[in-house]
């Protein structure tokens, strides 16, 4: 088959490489889309924590059934699927309990040692496959994934009927966290970026009101709009270490900051005080539980959160790494990339 593998940083080749073949409790799926997930920008540009090459990354993904394992009962060739991406060493006490995403030995798909959608075919365990609802086009079940990482972040945190909340970050995952944030019932949800396309796209996710920070003073907008104290919740999903002073500036005492992005760089918080002085809650939040994705799956299928205006881009398989320069460079008005396959 031909996948698009990671080989280097900076560098994706063109490869002809071996079909995989289910395992008696795996099914094999056709990749019919897949997303360019800002992680793998990250694993790209040589700064992630654990995507190295050699690889076929891609974990964003929908597609057909082909082949399944004998001891496979759920699902038969030419059903529609998506995949949570992630599998558990099944053992250890976070498996044991509620939280098997925690696991330390968990394996991600896309990286070294489970081929991921950048490539024509994938297996994955039957537990962790789901069905597409017939409502539900290829391209929306590419971007269950990130929406189940919004959804996630939102169920970590308090937000509730009437919460102020702010997103730094208007990617994806951002865009996704205030789409989830809506149908919790904020009431202020502030959308902060750089960049007015993204923000522009943040009004239809959920936003309330958008702020440039380069155009507008952040603290100044939500002192006057919001409350002099600040919001109550703010989410991190930008991924530059400023950030977290940024959201200490204006989320009120007792209040939370939630950080979803990865950083680059160290992060060095130049206002500790503000969290202990303040008694504030500082979480972070990893990927999801299977009950946030099949949540992200009924969302998009009872028509709860519009997910088409997030693709801006759509390319074949063999231009993923165009997909990836347009991410990493901002060349183009980019939100969501998606590869299609035949």
């Given amino acids: 088959m031909k996948a698009a593998v990671f080989t280097a940083p900076f560098r994706i080749e063109l490869q002809d490489v071996p079909e995989p073949k289910p395992e008696p409790h795996e099914v094999k799926i056709k990749v019919k889309a897949a997303g360019v997930c800002g992680s793998e920008v990250h694993a790209y540009n040589g700064t992630h924590p654990f ?4 690889a076929i990354m891609g974990h964003e993904l929908s597609g057909e059934v082909v082949e399944v394992g004998s001891l ?13 991406p992630q599998k558990t ?13 925690l696991c330390r030995q968990k394996v991600v798909l896309g990286t070294t040692t489970w081929n991921g959608a950048f490539g024509e075919y994938i297996t994955a365990p039957e537990r962790i496959v789901y069905p597409l609802p017939d409502n539900m086009s290829y391209e929306e079940g590419a971007l269950v994934e990130p929406l189940a990482v919004g959804l996630h972040a939102v ?3 308090s937000v509730k009927l009437g919460s102020s909340v702010l997103i ?36 239809k996710m959920g936003a309330t009101r958008v702020v440039n920070a380069k155009k ?20 991190d999903a930008a991924g ?103």
């Fill in 89 to 101: 060493c099944g053992v250890c006490l976070y498996c044991q309990g509620t939280d098997y995403y």
């Fill in 240 to 342: 530059y270490p400023a950030v977290v002073d940024d959201l200490l500036s204006v989320t009120r005492r007792k209040g939370e900051i939630i950080l979803i992005a990865l950083f680059e760089e160290a992060v060095v918080i130049k206002n500790s005080f503000g969290i202990i002085g303040g008694e504030m809650k500082l979480k972070g939040v990893q990927m999801y539980h299977r009950n946030d994705f099949q949540a992200a799956i009924d969302m998009i299928s009872l028509g709860r959160v519009d997910v088409k205006p997030l693709v801006t881009q759509r390319l074949p398989m063999e231009e993923a790494q165009k997909g990836l320069e347009i991410l990493y460079r901002k060349s183009e008005d980019v939100l969501k990339v998606l590869l299609m396959y035949p």
């Fill in 216 to 235: 507008e003073k952040l603290g100044e907008v939500i002192k006057r709009e919001v409350h002099a104290e600040g919001v109550e919740i703010g989410f």
């Fill in 168 to 203: 730094i970050g208007s990617g994806t995952i951002g865009l996704a966290t205030m789409a989830c944030a809506k149908a919790q019932g904020a009431g202020h949800i502030i959308a902060a970026d750089v960049i007015d396309f993204n923000l522009e796209a943040a009004k």
């Fill in 155 to 157: 169920r970590q945190s």
């Fill in 51 to 54: 995507r190295h090459p050699p």
């Fill in 72 to 84: 496979v009962r759920r699902f038969q060739a030419g059903d529609r699927v998506v995949v949570e």
